[in-house]
């Protein structure tokens, strides 16, 4: 199942189904514990990203090309890093280039979102997929310059400002993603492929990324996932491709569908 979040006319927050035909059908009930269709036709004026997460864990270098065209040593663990929930972007709404904090190295990476679906703790690898509410398209927006070079040794200052952290269009179920780990990702810039590979690539696979995130540590519904990005990212390009004003980024996922943000300069 394809679930919706959206705005109504009356700014009022819904979900509905999406039906192939491209029917939205509403639902009514809690979305992390029974959603029931309404039979109505959802009355949507604004696709919203899937869900508010309390939190959003992101993996780096967790594809092996990527690793590769970076210089970097494949990783023994999963590496993790954090956005603040501040950073969500609605599809279709705009990505931000940092003027305040100014940056001239503002990158995309298209990535496989996982959304935890129940409390989950100490997971295993045989129930991980067990927690998972669905899955969707994210884009971890980067300024590389705050990542590598201001950031103090981390990367969450060059990941997390506004809007670096676009969702959706929807929330596949489960059961339309037996495995996560086979499906075509792909970024298109103003239209043209940049990135194009398969979830198959990932060093460490969604099981294994549940099961070590939520080692002694709970994972409450809702937390989005970011699983890292194939290679093909601005920063490795020759010369490097920055984002800028007039930019239309695309991420394209396999049995997901198309996340697009326009690309602006931060309101002063």
């Known amino acids: 199942m394809k679930i919706i979040r959206y705005a109504d006319k009356q700014n009022a927050i819904h979900y509905a189904i999406q039906h192939a035909n491209g029917r939205a059908e509403g639902l009514e009930g809690c979305i992390y514990e029974n959603l029931n269709p309404t039979g109505e036709l959802a009355d949507v004026s604004k696709?919203?990203?899937?869900?508010?997460?309390?939190?959003?864990?992101?993996?780096?270098?967790n594809y092996r090309r990527h690793a590769e065209e970076t210089g970097a040593k494949i990783p023994d663990r999963p590496i993790l890093f954090m956005k603040s929930p501040a950073a969500l972007q609605h599809p279709g709404?705009?990505?931000?280039?940092?003027?305040?904090?100014?940056s001239r190295e503002v990158d995309y990476e298209?990535?496989?979102?996982?959304?935890?679906?129940?409390?989950?703790k100490n997971a295993t690898r045989a129930n991980a997929l067990n927690h998972v509410l669905g899955?969707?398209?994210?884009?971890?927006?980067?300024a590389r310059d705050w990542q590598i070079k201001w950031g103090g040794s981390q990367w969450c200052r060059?990941?997390?400002?506004?809007?670096f952290a676009p969702l959706g269009p929807c929330l596949v179920t489960p059961d339309e993603i037996p495995n996560p780990n086979a499906l075509?990702?792909?970024?298109?810039?103003?239209?043209?492929?940049?990135?194009?590979?398969?979830?198959?690539?990932?060093?460490?696979?969604?099981?294994?990324?549940?099961?070590?995130?939520?080692?002694?540590?709970?994972l409450l519904?809702?937390?989005?996932?970011?699983?890292?990005?194939?290679?093909?990212?601005?920063?490795?390009s020759t010369p490097p491709r920055w984002l800028k004003p007039g930019d239309s980024v695309?991420?394209?996922?396999?049995?997901?569908?198309?996340?697009?943000?326009p690309v602006i300069q931060e309101p002063s």
């Open 47 to 61: 696709l919203l990203a899937p869900v508010e997460p309390p939190t959003i864990f992101c993996i780096g270098l």
């Open 93 to 102: 709404d705009p990505i931000e280039i940092p003027t305040h904090l100014a």
């Open 110 to 120: 298209c990535e496989l979102a996982i959304v935890i679906g129940k409390k989950c």
């Open 135 to 142: 899955y969707t398209c994210a884009n971890d927006v980067s």
């Open 158 to 163: 060059g990941k997390t400002f506004d809007t």
């Open 184 to 218: 075509g990702i792909r970024t298109l810039l103003n239209g043209e492929v940049v990135q194009d590979w398969n979830t198959n690539d990932m060093i460490f696979d969604v099981p294994a990324i549940i099961e070590f995130l939520s080692g002694s540590t709970t």
């Open 221 to 236: 519904p809702g937390s989005v996932i970011l699983t890292g990005t194939p290679h093909g990212v601005g920063m490795a």
């Open 250 to 261: 695309s991420i394209e996922i396999d049995g997901i569908g198309k996340l697009t943000n």
